[in-house]
């Protein structure tokens, strides 16, 4: 199986802050990599597919980037909703991993 | 807007063999992969497996021995099946739809989750 190793699993920061998490995959995924966002009680919802496209909806100052085994999502500028956690999952080669889920609190 | 929704039984002793079910709404199950998803309380997110509307399935390895996943796309529903439950199958139970984009595959619509606890 490819392991998804977030960094880091909890991250502190204050509206207008900007902020990156990192996910790092145990091989090569190419750019397989999709960004999930989840609030508490609710299901995830898609961010970023494919490394660093936008899924329809969301708003921009999602950024996905990276390719191979090094990925990060940024936000640009945090906003109140974005408090959340987030997950990364590689859809190079079944079984299809998460990352283990990176908390992002005020 | 597609919707997809989860149900089943919410308590299964152990040995017993889980069921939810998946009815998908706003959208045609044809041409999709659909996938099960769960997650323990408080912790990360395991792929369990997907079906394609034909039929044709994928299951995680760790799982595969006890996993079924069926469709039935005149009632645009597809099903989990987890035989010989323990504790550590405990989780909430997401369905969700694959969307591909070239060759790029992701889930961009889930249900709200199906809380399923293991005891007896």
């Known amino acids: 199986d490819i392991q998804m190793t977030q960094s880091p699993s909890s991250l502190s920061g204050s509206v207008g802050d900007r902020v990156t998490i990192t996910c790092r995959a145990s091989?090569?995924?190419?750019?397989?990599l999709n960004w999930y966002q989840q609030k508490p009680g609710k299901a995830p919802r898609l961010l970023i597919y494919?490394?660093?496209t936008l899924q329809s909806g969301v708003p921009s100052r999602f950024i996905g980037s990276g390719s191979g085994t090094d990925f990060t999502l940024t936000i640009s500028c945090l906003q109140p909703e974005d408090f959340a956690t987030y997950f990364c999952?590689?859809?190079?080669?079944?079984?299809?991993?998460f990352g283990q889920g990176t908390n992002l609190e005020i | 807007q597609v919707q997809l929704q989860e149900s089943g039984p919410g308590l299964v002793k152990p040995s017993e063999t889980l069921y939810l079910t998946c009815t998908v709404s706003?959208?045609?199950?044809?041409?999709?992969?659909w996938s099960w998803i769960r997650q323990p309380p408080g912790k990360g997110l395991e792929w369990i497996g997907y079906?394609?509307?034909?039929?044709?399935?994928n299951y995680n390895p760790s799982l595969e021995s006890r996993v079924t996943i069926s469709v039935d796309t005149s009632k645009r529903q597809f099903s989990l099946k987890l035989n010989s439950v323990t504790a550590a199958d405990t989780a909430v139970y997401y369905c969700?739809?694959?969307?591909?984009?070239?060759?790029?595959?992701?889930?961009?619509?889930w249900g709200q989750g199906a809380l399923v606890t293991v005891s007896s």
């Open positions: 969700a739809r694959v969307q591909n984009s070239g060759t790029y595959y992701f889930h961009d619509y």
């Open positions: 706003g959208g045609s199950i044809s041409t999709y992969y």
């Open positions: 079906i394609y509307y034909s039929g044709s399935t």
């Open positions: 091989q090569t995924i190419n750019s397989y």
């Open positions: 494919a490394a660093s």
């Open positions: 999952q590689q859809s190079y080669g079944s079984p299809y991993t």
